[in-house]
């Protein structure tokens, strides 16, 4: 099931109902389905905050076989930039120190069991794979 | 869909989903509070890392000021969300 939005922050309601429509025809357990909304929104707006400023758009494609569900996230036109190999967060600093920065994205790691970045033809493309029931 | 409200007694109630598009709507709101707080997630369905940065700037300023933060009633996969991020450390959390 595969859907083209506005690469924009306004977009978000739009991604966030064409997921929840997904996950409710594929009988997507609350979990995984949270996992799912959470990763998509990472980098979906890391696509807007750090893609090219062109009014562009941004595929969200979701496939559901056995018991893998596989995301592709793709900035339609976009500058090569992984916006996965942010550094890693560090969640044990003192709470003076501590950044939001790359948090979103050390989320993404630890609710998905696969991250991927790839880049062609002015196309950044992001695929999750989570594994359902874990 | 995400709502903020501030009860007569201060506790600060939040409701639907706190995404990248809300979070500047709770920040607006979070940032008048100048004393000590308990926010109350009972109503909170979501959160992402933007919402999470809300509260870590919310703690920062509160702790500063010597004031603290008590958050309460959170569902299972927010406060996972909280704990995958270190900062179930960071807070008071009931």
Known sequence: MKKKFRKHMVSLADVFDFMKEFMVLNGIDDSSAYAINLAVEEIFTNFVKYGTKSDSEISVDLLKEADKLTVQIVDLDAEEFDVTAFPKADTDLPLKDRKIGGLGIHLVRQMMDEVKYEYKDQNSKITLVKYLGR | ?94
């Open chain 2, 1 to 94: 869909m995400f709502d903020i409200k501030i009860s007569e007694d201060g506790t600060v109630f939040l409701a639907g989903r706190l995404d990248a598009s809300q979070a500047e709507k709770a920040r607006s709101v979070l940032n008048s509070l100048g004393r000590s707080v308990t926010v109350d997630f009972s109503g909170l369905d979501y959160i992402s890392s933007a919402g999470l940065g809300v509260f870590l700037g919310l703690r920062q300023r509160l702790d500063e000021a010597g004031h603290r933060i008590k958050l309460i009633n959170m569902n299972k996969h927010v406060r996972d969300v909280f704990r995958y991020a270190g900062m179930d450390q960071l807070f008071e959390i009931e």
